[in-house]
């Protein structure tokens, strides 16, 4: 008994040593034996019975293996519609070009984003993939990421895409993608409005004088605060509050100058007010107490409980607080009204602006260029998953939309909830930047960190602006 | 050591399959990242020769040298806390005194098989200013006035999520104590005319020097693995807040991903492996000026 | 061994009656804070995620095994697939682990020569190896040599980082047992490898088992290497299988826990299902000394 383990043991570690040896030898590309289960793999025979139905421009000229990288996993896809679209398309495109076996690799974001880093620091980049836009200037410079001006300008659908939703995959006048999924945005307040109205305000305030006045009111009526944040994740401080509060000081044309390395400064005068402001506002008692030990999905129930009667957030905390407010109250469902954040004294820019854009773009690996025909089957994955399938899916089902403009989108069939946010997004408010769409990962990093002692009453705009700025000049 | 030495071939055909796979997965990757620290490199082809000037930076980096002094607290924390609890634990379990023995010996691993996720859960939970049993506790026995955000106290927080991290590896330091004092005869530790105390007294000073290399080998995987402490901290605080319970691997970890400096990344890695080299080496030094004395 | 006399103390009968409800007392809650979280997993996995987010600690209002049968019924999640992977990958890293860990510890702690010292230093400092942040120079040495992405890929981290621990163990063990034995056995004639199998091998059962189990949780629960390692989805382990429940910006925790606790179920039964006769083992190593 025992001799036979010993016996298997040995077998073991003399396998393992050949296949040590064996492996030495071999060379980059490698192919696996098992069939990845995700994927669909289809067999390549070579029958042209079943005809491409859409997007043949070139992708049936192709037969063999496609790597694709995305992280709209099916947990995902429930509920976020962006994600479900995705999906779908994926699954059509794949059946209109039987020929192509699409490998996918689906990671949850987290994840995702170290795999691909991991990946393009080894230049071993899958044939495509989706690119975050703060990576694209330095992905562009390393030539890992295939400049798809001409293509973007030869797509079917060219002439139906927003502009605007390219600037954060734009590295002087060349494009490196197609922008993906949905656009929402990143700063909306949802509030009740039957409790901002018996505070004395039929809308949401303008100004934050008036929130602090409100404040008061809540805060001797039984609630602890007016609006709820989490920010423990250390991101949404920046994308879902400064981002926005920072456009209404500086202007757009001062964040232009920041990612064009036009001669702004963070420790520019506008952007460090900004910065104090928001460092008094989470100070002031208008917010929850707990605001940098709670993420956003903490938050967010203290809004869907009614404890608190804001909550800020983005366009997917939107989609939770909608989808269980409807199950759970459908009253304050009915009640719940969405609103821009209200101007800072002395800040001159749009009072009317939240950050939108899409974060994510298609993009194809450089090393494309090499096989003419795998690169048309690439490009027409690209066209497909950003075209107007996806754009009409999501419009139809859960009035989203994509880089892809669909006219007449019927709002009529979707409730008050779903309309107004649809308003928020796309027609009553003027867009400005997320401002981690751009310039370097790096910066951010220091910036949120420094945000954190920031709203702790730990440190004070200028140092923090200090810091971020160091961090700009180091990496950007 | 045996008198006899075995034929070097032997020897040699033992140690080569372990020792080659070893070096090739855990020193060449050392090696390359030695070798990368040299280089600013924003991940991706390109790369530019700076030679030592990503060290320069590291001598300079001020949350570097922040993490460090974090570590070394929790190491300190979990060296009494991990080590000395489990040891006290397994003498206990040991005693006559102490029934239910095999649930404790079984139960108490099972937390260290748990993924960091679930444990900080678990202890945000416990932690939480609004819902967290800890000011709920406090609130019932009349000390509102202790309750707070307890993760948003910049003084505390390195030991509030130290605790999630002693709790969770008394068991695996119980588990590997257990197994060496099972050489040791019974009777040491139940000779039925001794009372709880001398019992409990005579088992430390009989039973610590007998497996007194198994509790070095534990205070060797408690403090190398303080050293790379990562999961529970990001899972509860991600560092914060600002960095104030930032830690070495968890700030190369961000430099590398967060922030895609993998250059100075490596540059990091390094330097906690350097300086994880001069804790242990210090710490058997100590250890061996203690055991002549 | 000296054996130190101690005198027998009359009159303590109440001193130690505090003694063990104090002791046992300490010993039953920490025992039962470490089965909390199993029992928190369990309960938590019969809500659905609405009423885990509103409320994580509390029991499921209307407790349902929904989770469970989506799981199950899903084939995107790939549990099986994943299960069967975790099950090889770990089987055979914990089998080599002990197998060399075995071998290398002993020659370490009975063997001199030259070099000796050097193996020593080199094994600890694989323990001081920060992974998380040497992630990119690993996946470039696997890529390099093509052995990333492969069914095996793993065994190669998972044996190497395990091995330290495993060698520390066993040394740590060996130096309390007598040298006499093997000397014996030397003189009757038996081989250096067949003292090793034969009569150090089986005294070494406790230390061996615990290092099985340590291993055994440590190569299940693995998910960096894992991540930055495999990019095929048919060779993902189970922690990279459990990323699929994951979202960008919402996770479905109760599901995750439900599919957690259906993947470590054949672990957890093992352990606790055998930790008696684990224990039994532990005991019927002893060597007296």
Redo the contacts between chains.
Sequence with gaps: M?RSK?I???I??IV??I??LA??G?????T????????TTTTAAPDDTDETTTGDEGGDGYAGDLTLMH?S????S???GG?DGFRTVIAQWEEANPDITL?????????Y???V????????L?DVFLLQGM?TK??A????IMDMTDVIKDSPHYADYNQAYFTPFTDGDKLYGLPVLTGGTCTVIVYDKAAWAEAGFEEFPKTWDEVKEANEYFTANGYKESIAFGN???WQMNSCFLSTLGDRFTGPEWFQSIIDKGGAAFTDEPFVEALDYTGMLFQSGVFN??F???N??DAR?YY??GETPAFIG?N??VS?IGA?LL??DPELYENTGFAVLPQPEGATGSENSQNIGLGYAVAINSKLAEDEAKLAAAIDLAYYVTGPEFASYVAENYALGGLTQVSNVDLSAFDQFTQDFYNYSYVDTNACEIYDSYV???VW??LN??L??LT?G??DGATVAQLTQEAYEA?Y | MLTRRPPLRILIGYLLIPLALYVFAVFIPLITAAFYSMFEWKGGPNKTFTGIANYIALIQDKIFWLSFSHNLYLILLCVIGQVGVAFVFVMMINTRFVKLKSIHRTFGFFPSTIAAVYVGFIWLMIYDSRRGILNWFLELIGREDLTQVWLNNTDLVMTLVSIPLIWQYIGYYMLILLSATSSIDKEIFESAELDGANAFQRSIHIVLPMIKNTVIVCLVLCVSGNMKAFDNIYVMTAGGPGNNSMVLAMYGYKVSFAQQNMGYGSAISVGIFVLGLLVIGGMQLVSNKLSKD | MAEKVYGMTTGRRVGNGVLTVVMNTIMIIFSLSCIFPLVWMFYSSLKVKREFNADIIGLPPNPTFENYAKILTNKDYHIADSLINSVRTTALSVALILLFGFVVGYILARVKFRGNRVIWIMLLMGMLIPVHSLLVPIYIVFNRTGMNNQWYTLLFPYIAFGMPIAVFLIHGYLKAVPVALEEAASIDGSSFSGTLFKIIMPICKPVMVTIAIIQTFACWNEFSFALVLLRDVGLHTVPLAMTQFTGQFSSDYPKIMSAMLITMAPIVVLYFGFSKNIIKGMVAGVVKG
């Design positions: 025992k010993i298997l043991s040995l073991l570690s393992m040593a296949s040590l492996g030495c071999g060379n980059e590309t490698t696996t034996t098992a069939a990845p289960a995700d994927t992280f996993t099916s947990e995902e429930e509920g976020n994600s490998k996918q690799t689906v990671l949850a974001n987290d994840e984003k170290t795999q880093a991991t990946l393009a620091s080894a230049g071993d899958p990576n330095s992905w410079e390393q030539g890992l423990s994740g250390k107490d707990d940098n030990a709670i956003n999905e129930e869907i409980s983005g997917w905390d939770y269980t199950e759970t370097s990962p790096a990093d220091v960190t420094e954190q002692n702790n730990d440190t990496n």
